[in-house]
T-cell receptor, first 110, second 117 residues
Framework: RKEVEQDPGPFNVPEGATVAFNCTYS??????FFWYRQDCRKEPKLLMS???SGNEDGRFTAQLNRASQYISLLIRDSKLSDSATYLC???????????FGTGTRLQVFP | EAGVAQSPRYKIIEKRQSVAFWCNPI?????LYWYQQILGQGPKLLIQ????????DSQLPKDRFSAERLKGVDSTLKIQPAKLEDSAVYLC???????????????FGSGTQLSVL
């Protein structure tokens, strides 16, 4: 089983739609979780950290489910500018080594 | 605030040649990372430095890849000799501190796109 798994997509959604991505991780002792965004031919940039209690930043909501070992990202009211690849990132047990998933590609169309 | 600087932006070489990439992290960032990103995949950690010491290089193919950060600031990554499968984007990232497991924000450079022919 891969350490961090994501559905590569692409997810094609119309503007205004709500879309959700999941990411599963294999190490139950992982403690840090993040979502990064990567635009085509650009470097990844931190979108948001994922806390145990869940967190929200505008149209974006991230949640953690430790029992089932997955994190999720919900995007409401999708914009064309949300089109990108969303990378799930998890730390290795008791280390600062961050493992990236393969990313989920989102394409928002008019 | 200046970001992470990388050069060159693009490099094309033939297999068996050698190549070097340079990275200058954000001023004051103690931790520096080199990632390899193959098309269609997520970034894969090659090596992680804390100041001038290596924290993790478990996925660095040491028979051909080497990296150094002699003065704890900028870093170079070298491949010698290159193989076709080394074609990828090489991303350098830095972070302020090591050990803040809940807040390890990475700042990435623009990357070096390597094509091995």
């Amino acid at each position: 089983r891969k350490e961090v798994e994501q559905d590569p997509g692409p997810f094609n959604v119309p503007e205004g739609a709500t879309v959700a991505f999941n990411c599963t991780y294999s190490n139950s002792a992982s403690q840090s979780f993040f979502w990064y965004r990567q635009d085509c031919r650009k470097e990844p940039k931190l979108l948001m950290s994922v806390y145990s209690s869940g967190n929200e930043d505008g149209r974006f909501t991230a949640q953690l489910n430790r029992a089932s070992q997955y994190i999720s990202l919900l995007i409401r009211d999708s914009k064309l500018s949300d089109s990108a690849t969303y990378l799930c990132v998890v730390n290795m047990e008791n280390t600062d080594k961050l493992i990236f998933g393969t990313g989920t590609r989102l394409q928002v169309f008019p | 605030e200046a970001g992470v600087a990388q050069s060159p932006r693009y490099k094309i070489i033939e297999k068996r040649q050698s190549v070097a990439f340079w990275c200058n992290p954000i001023s004051g960032h103690a931790t520096l990372y080199w990632y390899q990103q193959i098309l269609g995949q997520g970034p894969k950690l090659l090596i992680q430095f804390q100041n001038n010491g290596v924290v993790d290089d478990s996925q660095l193919p040491k028979d051909r890849f080497s990296a150094e950060r002699l003065k704890g600031v900028d870093s170079t990554l070298k491949i010698q000799p290159a193989k076709l499968e080394d074609s990828a984007v090489y991303l350098c990232a830095s972070s302020l501190i090591l050990g803040a497991w809940g807040n390890e924000k990475l700042f990435f450079g623009s990357g070096t796109q390597l094509s091995v022919l």
